[in-house]
């Protein structure tokens, strides 16, 4: 009987191993990179659709800016939001007690306008006012509430309500020589 001594059966289980090596390759397909770009395409889908739905977000989102903020100069703002808000007072049968402009502040390309009113009547039409002013499509943004019962013997509140009125800041007005502050000759 033959004996297999060390070396041999080394070289017998290299050549082994290369000829299934061998097998294996030429037996497995071929890579393809189809199913690398189908996975890309389909991520290219997603993204333009992602950007297209924020883009259509954004365009809603600008309506309703447009539709809130003043496009009115700042110094006309005031008197134009007194007689809103003398409208929806007297429209719901409430006392307009003060109307009062606070300290005007910027925010992010706006102009902020805040006022204070405070009124007086019973409280569901306190509760009506205040939806009236929630709506959506109104220029004054509801900002603080407080009610308080007028008197014991009655079902009167006075209510404290904060308003805002955004507007788009306005231009800084030149002189004819088109610097801010320059002096005329």
Known sequence: MNRISGPQSVSIMCLVVLVALGGYLL???KPSTKGLQSK????????????DEAKSRAAA?????DRTVWNTP???ISPLALANVNGYVGKHGLNLIRFQPQR?????KLSQLPFVLTVDGSFPKVMALLDEFRSADRRLA????????ADQSSSKV????GLVAFAKEQAVPTT???VTGAKRK
């Open 61 to 65: 989102a600008r309506q309703v800016i």
């Open 40 to 51: 890309h395409r389909r991520q290219e889908v997603q993204l333009l659709s992602d950007i």
């Open 158 to 161: 006075t209510a404290t309500i």
């Open 74 to 76: 700042i110094d006309k």
């Open 104 to 108: 005007n502040g910027s925010v992010a």
């Open 27 to 29: 037996l497995m397909p």
């Open 142 to 149: 509801v900002n603080l509430v407080q009610i308080a019962s």
């Open 176 to 178: 004819q020589a088109g």
